[in-house]
């Protein structure tokens, strides 16, 4: 084997700059400081590391005081995935409601001014956009994150998403490659598997991805799917058909492969975590996400002898270790100009997009997230809305009674963001009361809501009503003994419209449930 290093000290840097970890808490702890100061070049951010853009300010300059050109990365998709504004809901709609106006230039727009906001507070590398075209309606993990079930319209909106979010100068990591639509199965459980042939991948799975490299997206994320067609004995994260032979070879694309994370039972219940990530480094991947679930220092420490440990027992090549570490470095340097000269160019829009975006202009300018561009994520969830009102509907005048029927999230968008039309209702209809109900018996909850609710008009909101059976029979018994009852649907829309008023909002991000709650109070 031939040695690149100059010892074990480069080894262990390189080893340890592949790697993207998480921490707890809302300020580095010592030992991720330390590690930065040994080779660490990425830190990954979760709702639990951020309680304002203020505090998150500090935190990142603070991991900048250490490195300065270190990657902080986040995975802010908006809509019902978000770290900004976990405890609150996000200030934009999702793909889903993007998908559903259909409007690249809004969808544009929406990503820019999540960039910027990104971007000010010292991130400058989204786990985003989600690039899946949701084939399936019974999808338990992806749904509203996909902009929509049509390739065509999932591969403009991903690049335009891209061209928005990079021209704010922070990094797009396009995911999951090569398409976690068409799955059954929530790779944070198991391992899914899709089973469809090459020729319907290359058509549908993989279009929004070629959009995304053409848009220049400056990372992709693998996904932990096993796609017999593609490679039938590893998943996507650990196959080197799939990331070395299709991603990099036949679509060309040269930026930064970053895995899912690797804690994530389809890989930690099947390979384990070191295991897996020293086949992912050697597939191609280029860094090593992990954090959600597992994050200290021990963990940085595993990963970064395993990965030495491959180099020196020859399992692992250097050559391809140190190819991953270099491409780590250049998205830093990328970062750092695209911030520098976004910054530069704040009075030249044209040529500050240009530069953002690898020299393609966005038609967006550096003021295009100011003034109107604050209200730009309420604006496309009011366009997202399709209302289907029966004859008899009439609007609500007095405060509502808000059933929420609330399935159990998943955990990539977690349970600790809420979500529902109750807390905007209240503010525009004093005295709204609401409860929650949970799946089993759907009569069960039904008879309860009712029960509670007493004389005051009915608001059901659901979630993915086709995927809930008990949610299903809940509204049909709310329906059958109050016809009046309105229903807002804050997931995919898959069932068919019913109630004296009906709303899909296509996510249930904060401004999907305000853009609800107008409609419903007639404002």
Known sequence: MTTLASGSATLTRDALTVLQPGFTGTSAPDWLLRRLGEGLASVGLFGRNIASPTQLGRLTAQLRAERDDVLVAIDEEGGDVTRLEVRTGSSFPG??????VDDVTLTREVAFELGRRLAESGVNLNWAPSADVNSNPGNPVIGVRSFGADTDLVARHTAAYVTGLQAAGVAACTKHFPGHGDTAVDSHHALPRI?????????????????????????????????????????ATLSRRILTGLLREELGYQGLIVTDGMEMQAIAGTYGIERGSVLAIAAGADAICVGGGLADDETVRRLR?????????????????????????????WTAAASASVAVSAST??????????????????????????????????RALTVTRSEAYEPVGEPPYVAA???????????????????????????????????????????????AAGDRRIVAVVR????????????DTLLAARPDTIVVEMGVPQATPRGALHIATHGAARVCGRAAAEIIAGH
């Open 305 to 333: 002898d395993a990965l030495v440990s491959a180099v020196r027992s020859g399992e692992l090549a250097e050559e391809r270790l140190a190819d991953a570490a270099e491409r780590v470095r250049a998205l830093a340097r």
């Open 405 to 451: 029927l609330t399935p159990v999230a998943n955990i990539a968008v977690g349970d600790e963001t809420p979500w529902g039309v109750a807390a905007e209702l209240a503010l525009l209809l004093p005295g709204t009361k609401t409860g929650s109900f949970a799946g089993g018996d759907g009569e069960d909850a039904a008879v309860a809501a009712l029960t």
């Open 349 to 382: 829009p044209d040529a500050a997009s240009a530069s953002a975006s690898g020299g393609v202009s966005t038609g967006l300018g550096a003021g295009a997230g100011t003034g109107a561009g604050h209200d730009v994520g309420l604006v496309a969830a009011r």
């Open 195 to 235: 089973d469809v042939d090459g020729s319907v991948l290359h058509a549908r799975e993989l279009a929004p991805f070629r959009a995304a490299i053409a848009a220049g997206s400056r990372a992709v994320m693998s996904a932990h799917i096993l796609v017999p067609a593609l490679d039938p004995d590893r998943p």
């Open 464 to 475: 993915d009503e086709h995927r809930h059976a008990w949610m299903a029979s809940a509204l």
């Open 95 to 100: 793909n889903h409601a993007l998908g559903a």
